[in-house]
Structures are given as C-alpha cells and as structure tokens.
C-alpha cells in the first residue's frame, strides 16, 4: 500500500511537472505572441512615418513640377506668339519667304522669351544679354524655343540645345492639350536638365485641333529640385529619398546617391538592372500608386538591407522612393521584442518554481498523510476481501475468477470442490489445465469471446458424457486497468428436468384436447390440429422467438376446446343454423379462453384466443382492437384458421385450392388480416413445399356416426 501511495505521488508530480512545463510552454508562446504583436505594432508605426513622410515629399515635388508647366502653359497661350507661330507654319506650308514684318516679331518674341527665361531659370542671369566672346564657346545647356509640328526651331534663346528629344517625346505621348516633362537627362556638359513641352494651338483653334508648333524650355534641374527630396525635420539617421524611372530594362537614379565608401554619386550616373525584384527601387516602381505603395524589406542600390515605399509622381514616369536601414528600424524593434521576453521568461521562471516548491511542501505532507491512509486501507481491505470470500463460499454456485492470460485468480470453496483442489492450488493455473464435473469444455473459448466483445456471455449447455445441464455466467471485470472474466456455474438439471416433464405434460394436455375437439365436431375433424401445424409453419417462416412459436401453436390447437359446451345437435347438423345457434358456435373461442385461463403457460395463449376474431381495421372482436396492437401470435392463428378452414375438405363441400385460399387472404389484407403472415403462408406454400406438406387438407373425412 505504502509502495502504491508513493507511486502515485511520483505520478502526481509527474503530471505536475508535465503540466507546469506545459503551462510554462502556454505561458512563453503567449509571451512570443504578444512580443511579436508588439514588433508588428511598431512595424506598423514605421510604416505610417515613412508613408507620412513620402507623402509629404511627393506633394512638394508635384507642386514644383505645376508651376515649371504653369509657366510653360502661359508662354504656349501667348496671342502674339500664337498668331507668330500660325503665320510662320501658313508660310512653310506655301514655301513662302518670311516678310520683314515677320523678322520684326520674330525679334520681338525672342526678346520676349529671353525675359521669360531669366525670370523662370532658363538661363543663367549672369549673362543677361547673352553676349558670349568669340573666343569662350558657349555651350548648348538650356533655354526657351518655338518649334514647327516638326519639331524644327522658329525662335529660340540664344545657345538654346537640341529640342529633337522634348518634342520627341511629346508625340510619344500621344501629342495631348497638357504640359509634358521629359528628363531629368544629361546635358552636353553632363549637367541634369529638364525639358517642358506645351503644345501651341491657333488663335481660332481649341485643344481638339492639332497643334500648330510647340513650346518647349529645357532647364538645369536646379537644387531647390533636389531640395524637395528632404523632408524637414526628419528623424531618421539613414532615411534617403530618391527618384528612379524605369528605362527600357534598367533603373536609372534620378538623384545624387551616396556609395559604400561615402562618395557621392551625381545624378543619372547610377543605372542597375530593372529586373532585379530584390532592389529596393525595382519593387517600388512595381508597387507605387500615386497615393499608396507597398511596403517590404528589400536592398538598396549598396545592397544594403533596407525598407522601403514608393510612391508614383503625377503626369510623370517617376517614382519616389524612401528608405531606411532595416538595421535602424528593426533593431529597435528586435531590442524591445527581446526584452518583453527576456521579462516574460523571467517572469514564467519565478512562477514555475513557487509552484513547484510549494508542491513540494504539499507532497512532503500528503506522503506521510497517505502513508497513514494506506494502512487504514489495508487494514479494510483485508476485512472486506474476508467478507467477500465468506459471502462467495456461502452461495451453491461456484465462482471463479481468470485474469487476461486466462489464470485462475479467485475461486470460492465450490468452484476449489470441483477441482478436487485448494483454493491456492488453482490461482495461475489455466483453465484447460484443471477438470471438474461443472467446468465447460469451452470455457476457454467463451472467456475469449468476452475480452473481446466486452459483454456479458450466458450460456445452457448440457455437458457431454454426463446427464448435468449447466448454466454459466462470463461477466468482464476491469479493475485498476487489469482486465479479467468472472465466471458464476450453476447446476440447473433439476430445473431442466422439470421443465421438460412440464412441456411434456402439457403437449398430452394438448393432445387429449384437440382429439376431445375433434370427437365432438365430426365435420371438422383434425380442424385444430390443422390450424396448430399451419400456425406453427408461419411463425417459424416469420423468424419468431420460440415463445411466439409455442403460443401460436398451442393456440390453433386448443381454439376450439370452447366447443364441447355447444350443444352436440348444432355441431353435428350440417346446415340451417339460426343466428342465435351461429353465435353460440362462433363464440366458443371466448368459452376456450375461460376455461383455459387457470391453466400456466409460458406465452399469452389465452390472451391470444381472446383477439382471434380481431380484425386488422378494428373491426372485430373485441371491438377497436386493431393493427399493431393485436398480439402477433392472434394474428397468426387469424390467418391460420382462415385458410384451413377454407382449404379443408367436409362432408357437404370440397376444399378450396390453397393457392386461392392464400390469393382471397391476400385481398382482404390491411383489412381483416395483418399482411405479413399473409405472405409468409404464400411464401411457404409456393418455396416451401407447403403444398405438397397439406394436400391431405383436401381429402375429405369419413363422417362419425353420433
């Protein structure tokens, strides 16, 4: 006891350990959750900074770029220009000379657009009168022109660059009524310029109508350009703004970049490969919109890990990107992370051993507590395994138990008589090795059969080469997880006896009935016996349990015992019964029933004679009794009585054929007759060799003589 008690404490401090760890594991992973919810938090806050920011850089940007074309769009829609322009083009589609007039304002508007140049930085204001000594070539880098639809120079500030590319990709546009940009290119002297396109239309003609030239300025990207890409204020160490393009396959930096060893790189001189979905300005350009972008971990142009956002810049094929070190973002993050779970394991450690230590006291108490308990407990067991050992031996059966190998474990004092051995002779010995008078011979098998099926097995056998009858009980025991059969024999061949001399007796109780029946009604001799057999075969066709058997059977054969209270007279004659003589002979199935209603039998044969005359609907006798409500056995002897009292030949008539005397029960079933013996009377008859079996029913009886 006191070893089982200590087991079952280390088993409980095994369970306590495993759920302390399990608890401890719960306890961590909710601690990782709420770290990681709180990285994600903080990963979530960067992401609103950076969108912020970009947000704000993107608007100053596209605020630049309207006024750069709200001063292209004013020079496009100037009248004088306009009506210059639409002269010039009405003149070269005539080939037509330009008139001194026309030099006039050509003059005129190039002065004009010299004003229009300084005041906007077309052009550098050191020089405003663009005087440029002969010996100081002047290179081409900016300024203001007038071009035909072809693209050819009308009137243009002095020094003014090639407009080929602007105007070039004006068309490619799809020549619109807007403001175009093309750049940030690269210059003659490899400066950063910018080119602005407006289309000139007519002074009589609409947006609609084609173009008759176009305006187009190329400006240095100035540095206040540049100076939009800071966003003021900004708190981040290693943040960078930047524009990129995707050019044919490549991604070109529009801005000045930095290098790994600190040298700045000037803009449009870093170009890396477009396909490259690792690059942080490849995924902004894939995920820019112009008022979201995505948002991932990728590597800059230094292929550094960096995260990064983008967003589209309006009427341009520009994307802003913005970056920070992930090492930056990510290390604050991955520092408080680690200490929200530095805290958290702490904090699960100090709990999990106050647990255990306190367990550890309270075990130290219950052990020598139970260590008590036990020998209380032994004590009781001792005293009850006592009792029970008593009360087992006091009872006339014998009682056996085997564990699951089949071992004898338990016997009582008539279970050890029958082996002719002591009780502690049997425990461990197997079944088939022991013989007694009241072991079966296949009790091995039945204690089998119970540890599988787990129920309980009870079974009759008369045993060989012995008159004993046995009844044995196998009933599965699982006590403590061992698993075992209680087997309970008792010797029954007393009680065997007297039920077959009981079954005996009333067979030739039955017997002398049915031939008294018989005597008294000549016209309907072997009647009973008739309707006994027929009712038999229908139960047995049906699958019934041997007690509805018997009671169908011995029902059709004493249903007519009513019959010796009716007068002789009225049995005998053949014809010509009043009414009143009718129900006396009807109602001697109800006579039947009295008279047997004192006598035992193992099924309600009386109460079956009563409902013979029941019919299906309710119709009959007793009145309402109908359907499922009549016992089966009475509506067996129903059919049974109907169809040999229709199929048996008497002395005035012939018997009807079985097969019509079935087809007429067929018609009225559901009505008069339960339909399943219906059919398995026609069963029988027509698969059963019923017919060959009952041809005699047939055959008429010589008549008795009075």
């Known amino acids: 006891m006191t070893n089982s008690s200590t087991g079952k404490t280390m088993t409980a401090g095994g369970v306590l350990a495993i759920l302390v760890i399990l608890g401890a594991v719960a306890a961590m992973f909710l601690a990782l959750r709420f770290a990681q919810s709180e990285a994600d938090r903080d990963s979530l806050v960067w992401q609103r900074q950076m969108a912020v920011v970009i947000n704000s850089r993107e608007v100053a940007l596209e605020e630049w770029l309207a006024e750069q074309k709200k001063v292209m769009a004013r020079l496009a ?129 609409d947006s609609s109508s084609p173009a008759i030239g176009f305006a187009v300025g190329i400006k240095k990207v100035p540095q206040d350009f540049y100076q939009k890409l800071r966003q003021p204020g900004d708190t981040s160490a290693t943040a960078k703004n930047y524009l990129v393009p995707k050019v044919n396959k490549a991604v070109e930096y529009l801005s000045g970049m930095r290098d790994q060893r600190g040298v700045d790189l000037p803009p449009l001189s870093l170009t890396l490969d477009g396909g490259n979905m690792s690059l942080a300005a490849v995924y902004a350009l894939e995920s820019a919109g112009e008022n979201t972008g995505g948002f991932a971990e ?43 779970i530095w805290i958290a394991g702490l904090t699960i450690l100090a709990v999990t051993i106050a647990i255990l230590l306190v367990w550890r006291h309270g075990v130290s108490v219950r052990v020598a507590r139970s260590a008590e308990q036990q020998r209380i407990l032994a004590r009781k067991y001792e005293k009850l395994s006592h009792f029970l050992q008593i009360v087992t031996d006091s009872q006339p059966t014998a009682i056996a138990a085997v564990d699951h190998e089949g071992q004898y474990n338990f016997a009582n004092i008539q279970a050890a008589k029958d082996t002719g051995l002591a009780r502690d002779q049997m425990m461990g010995q197997k079944i088939s090795a022991l013989k007694g008078a009241f072991i079966s011979p296949h009790a091995e098998q039945y204690v089998r059969q119970v540890m599988t099926d787990h129920q309980p097995l009870s079974v009759l056998e008369k045993l060989p080469d012995s008159q004993l009858t046995i009844k044995s009980d196998y009933v599965p025991l699982n006590v403590d997880q061992e698993k075992g059969v209680l087997m309970v024999t008792e010797d029954i061949s007393e009680v065997v006896r007297e039920r077959e001399l009981k079954e005996a007796a009333l067979k030739n109780l039955v017997s002398t009935l049915t031939m008294v029946i018989d005597s008294r009604d000549p016209y309907s001799a072997r009647h009973s016996e008739r309707v006994a057999k027929v009712s038999l075969a229908i139960a047995v066709e049906m699958n019934m349990d041997d007690v509805t058997r018997d009671t169908a059977n011995i029902a059709g054969a004493l249903m007519n015992l009513g019959k010796i209270l009716v007068p002789r007279e009225l049995l005998t004659r053949p014809k010509g019964l009043s009414e009143k003589e009718l129900a006396t002979v009807r109602n001697s199935i109800m006579k039947s029933a009295d008279m047997l209603e004192s006598v035992e039998f193992d099924g309600p044969v009386v109460e079956t004679l009563r409902q013979i005359r029941a019919n299906w609907d309710g119709s009959g006798i007793p009145e309402g009794l109908q359907g499922e409500d009549i016992l089966l056995s009475a509506r067996i002897v129903s059919v049974a009585n109907a169809f040999v009292g229709m199929s048996s030949a008497r002395a005035h008539r012939a018997g009807m054929d079985m097969v019509q005397a079935a087809t007429l029960l067929l018609n009225d079933a559901d009505r008069i007759y339960d339909r399943k013996p219906v059919t398995a009377l026609m069963n029988y008859l027509e698969n059963k060799d019923g017919l060959d079996q009952w041809r005699d029913f047939g055959v008429p009886l010589p008549e008795e003589a009075e």
């Open 77 to 205: 829609e100037n009248p004088s220009l306009r009506i210059y322009l639409g002269n010039i083009t009405a003149k070269n589609a005539e080939a037509a000379a330009p008139s001194q007039d026309d030099q006039a304002q050509a003059a005129y508007l190039e002065n004009q657009m010299k004003a229009v140049a300084l005041q906007n930085g077309y052009v550098s204001a050191r020089d405003p009168d663009y005087q440029v000594k002969a010996e100081l070539p002047q290179k081409s880098i900016s300024g203001l022109a007038l071009t035909d639809p072809a693209g050819q120079l009308v009137v243009s500030t002095p020094h003014m660059p090639s407009v080929i590319r602007s105007v070039a990709d004006f068309l490619k546009r799809g020549a619109g009524s807007e403001v175009i940009i093309s750049g940030p290119y690269l210059a003659e002297d490899g400066t950063p310029v910018l080119g602005l396109i407006a289309p000139v239309f007519g002074v009589q003609d």
């Open 298 to 340: 990728k590597v800059n142009y230094n292929g550094e890990k960096v995260l990064v956002t983008g967003r589209k810049i309006k009427d341009t094929d520009w994307v802003l990107v913005r970056t920070v070190d992930s090492a930056e973002v990510l290390g604050a993050i991955k520092a408080r992370k680690r200490t929200i």
